[in-house]
């Protein structure tokens, strides 16, 4: 015969509570351990009944600690007892308790990231789907990648970063949070091997939301030591040929800064100039490539292949053979090799006449597309476009003079 159990959806928190309270008191005896049970538990059953879901939150984390470094208690057991803490933001009676509740556990759950930091981030994630609001969702998302930095383990949120512009959409973040979000993505991908690329596109996000305006002043004065890490990835970078920094506010200002007036300097070279102004660059200020991490022989290769596209942004399609001997610093023997490491490097494409010892340009890349690109782009488009407008009016007109020729001559059939 079958036993009818009365259940509330309550129950749950009221178990996960007690066995909470049982955990904390376990060494206390059971002299001590029980009454303080009992009172824990119906305190928990006094919120539920009132309603007071961030009373509950609270009194439920008050001994949260003691569960996330005990090791009596399995992973498994604490993050189904962490998600039922995290469902209480579902029972809230407005969006601004259920954010309160949201912040209860985050701070909860970001103390001490260096202990079972996957497990927490999981269990963040699992807050965030159950929050209905956007504005709530951003807040834990960044609290995640907070922990993740924090905590060394950059894997458990680096595949969401593919969908960073849609969550941004999603959460109608301002600009400020945008920063924020950019930045912290940044501080998780820093060091971390094979991601040197991702790095900089983020710190090139956050930088670029900087307009130079007077209310950013404090905000972007901050964004300097960012601004520099992001010219030495640029220059460390055997993948990063072009970029945008130099239009940037956030990266202007360094050119006024006593610290990192050098590192801007250095982007102006590998933006703008040529070989023989970083080897001058270089024998003032080797310290400070060094200080930076930098490889003497890597920056000559990477400034030769540039110099190599200010050529063919300054040729009229073709390069003499002397003038990329002068440019590089090279013997004529090295000429086709640097021009293969261009074509292979996939910023230029060429032929080589030999006979005649030219360079024929067809295509390179920009080191810098800033409004100038911008503006000779849509004038070559402009260009193209009439070029194929004026085709399609010779075609349609040798038609019609195919067509009457053809109607000429069924007439003088007949």
């Given amino acids: 015969m079958a036993t009818i159990v009365n259940t509330t959806e309550e129950e749950p928190m009221l178990a996960v509570v ?14 001590v351990a029980d009454p303080e049970v009992a009172r824990l538990c119906a305190e928990a059953q006094q919120h539920v009944l009132a309603g007071r879901w961030l009373d509950m939150a609270a009194l439920m984390l008050a001994s949260a600690d003691l569960l996330l470094l005990s090791p009596r208690v399995p992973d498994k ?21 259920s954010l309160e509740i949201a912040r209860l556990i985050c701070a909860k759950l970001t103390h ?30 960044r609290k995640a990648l ?37 930045l912290a993505v940044s501080r998780v991908l820093k060091d971390q091997k094979g991601m040197a690329k991702e790095y900089f596109k983020f710190l090139n996000k956050y930088l670029a939301m900087f307009d130079g305006s007077a209310d950013e002043a404090d905000a972007i004065g901050a964004a300097k030591e960012e601004a520099a890490a992001a010219i030495i990835e640029f220059v460390k970078s055997s993948d990063l040929y072009q970029c945008d ?26 933006l703008t100039q040529r070989l023989g102004s970083y080897l001058e660059f270089q024998t003032a200020n080797s310290a ?21 596209l200010d050529l ?14 002068k440019a590089l610093e090279i013997n004529d023997d090295e000429v086709e090799y640097w021009i293969v490491k261009a074509i292979s490097s996939k910023i230029l494409d060429c032929k080589v006449d030999q006979l005649n010892q030219l360079v024929i340009v067809s295509r390179h890349t920009a080191r810098v597309f800033g409004m100038p690109q911008w503006q000779s782009l849509r004038s070559k488009l402009g260009v193209w476009r009439g070029n194929i407008a004026n085709a ?19 007439l003088m059939i007949r």
Avoid at 80 to 97: H, M, P, Q, R, W
Wanted: contains cysteine.
């Fill in 245 to 270: 920094l130099l239009e940037m506010p956030a990266v202007a200002q360094l050119e006024k800064d006593e610290k990192y007036q050098p590192v801007y300097e250095l982007l102006k070279i590998f």
């Fill in 312 to 325: 063919s942004g300054h040729c009229s399609g073709e390069i003499p053979y002397s003038a990329i001997t």
């Fill in 77 to 97: 057991e604490l993050e189904c007892i962490l998600t039922v803490i995290c469902n209480l933001v579902t029972k809230a009676g407005s969006e601004d308790e």
């Fill in 18 to 31: 007690r066995s909470i309270a049982q955990q904390t008191w376990a060494d206390a005896g059971p002299e």
């Fill in 112 to 141: 001490q990231p260096a202990d079972k930091t996957t497990l927490r981030i999981k269990v963040l994630f699992s807050l965030y789907n159950l929050l209905a609001s956007p504005s709530g969702k951003a807040f834990v998302y």
């Fill in 392 to 410: 399609i009016n010779t075609i349609q007109a040798n038609k019609v003079t195919e067509d009457g020729g053809q109607g000429m001559q069924g």
């Fill in 146 to 182: 907070e922990l993740a930095a924090a905590g060394k383990a950059a894997d458990c949120v680096v595949p969401t970063f593919k969908n960073i512009d849609a969550f941004v959409a999603y959460w109608g973040i301002g600009k400020p949070e945008q920063r924020d979000l950019f």
């Fill in 288 to 308: 400070l490539l060094q200080g930076y991490g930098l490889v003497h022989e890597e920056c000559i290769t990477k400034m030769r292949l540039l110099s190599l």
